[in-house]
């Protein structure tokens, strides 16, 4: 079956920090990727997808790039405020994906330091 | 716009009763979806749901049963508590063919 691996369980920044959080994915379909956020006492909400079209997804001033050749897709931003402080997952959902069923890595959570 | 609601925000119970859990939404989404978030972990799916009266069981479907009596709502019932399942409890519902699913706020579950 289809799986997602984030070994970063947790990342500590100071303001103005470069962000790169890894994500690996297995399956055999096409996927899309996506990255979701989760903050405190919240549901997750999706910050960036991307597809095998596209490669790379921007939003909110986060860019995910996805590399077929690796199976691996990344999320990374320039400058990180405190106000990023969160809980990162990547997902993937197959191609033709009837349900829609979402597989998940396990998170990453991001601190920053103000 | 719109909302998933979910409640109760917080629920208690005893080892081995029967509890159960809501989720409503007014987008008037097709697909909705049961998940479990343990602490420090990702999410596991517990039941999904493509239409009114429709349930497929997730990975994690064990222990629980689950029933969309409307399209609006999808309620979740935990058939005997444990103490190792003390999490929260995500709902979310996803719109016809697209890949986003839009999570409610979740119930946090705490078995004594």
């Known amino acids: 079956g289809d799986s997602v691996t984030q070994k970063q369980g947790q990342v500590t920044l100071s303001e103005d920090d470069f962000l790169f959080i890894n994500c690996t994915y297995s399956t055999t379909t096409y996927p899309t990727l996506l990255w979701y956020v989760q903050y405190p006492g919240q549901g997750p909400q999706l910050l960036l997808k991307v597809t095998t079209a596209n490669n790379k997804g921007i939003s909110r001033g986060f860019e995910a790039t996805y590399d077929k050749g690796t199976t691996s897709f990344h999320l990374q931003k320039a400058s990180v405020q405190e106000s990023d402080s969160a809980v990162y997952f990547c997902?993937?959902?197959?191609?033709?994906?009837?349900?829609?069923?979402?597989?998940f890595g396990g998170g990453t959570r991001l601190m920053v330091r103000p | 716009g719109g909302i998933i609601t979910q409640t109760p925000k917080f629920l208690i119970g005893q080892e081995g009763q029967k509890l159960t859990l809501k989720c409503q939404q007014n987008?008037?989404?097709?697909?909705m979806y049961w998940y479990r978030q343990d602490s420090g972990k990702g999410l596991r799916l517990i039941y999904y749901?493509?239409?009114?009266?429709?349930?497929q069981k997730g990975d994690l479907s064990e222990g629980y049963d689950a029933s969309r009596e409307k399209k609006s709502s999808f309620s979740l019932t935990v058939t005997s508590a444990q103490k190792n399942e003390m999490a929260v409890f995500l709902c979310a519902s996803r719109p016809g063919l697209q890949d986003t699913q839009y999570f409610g706020p979740g119930t946090r579950l705490l078995v004594l």
């Open positions: 997902a993937l959902v197959p191609y033709n994906n009837a349900g829609a069923k979402l597989t």
């Open positions: 987008f008037n989404h097709d697909t």
């Open positions: 749901s493509i239409t009114e009266n429709d349930l």
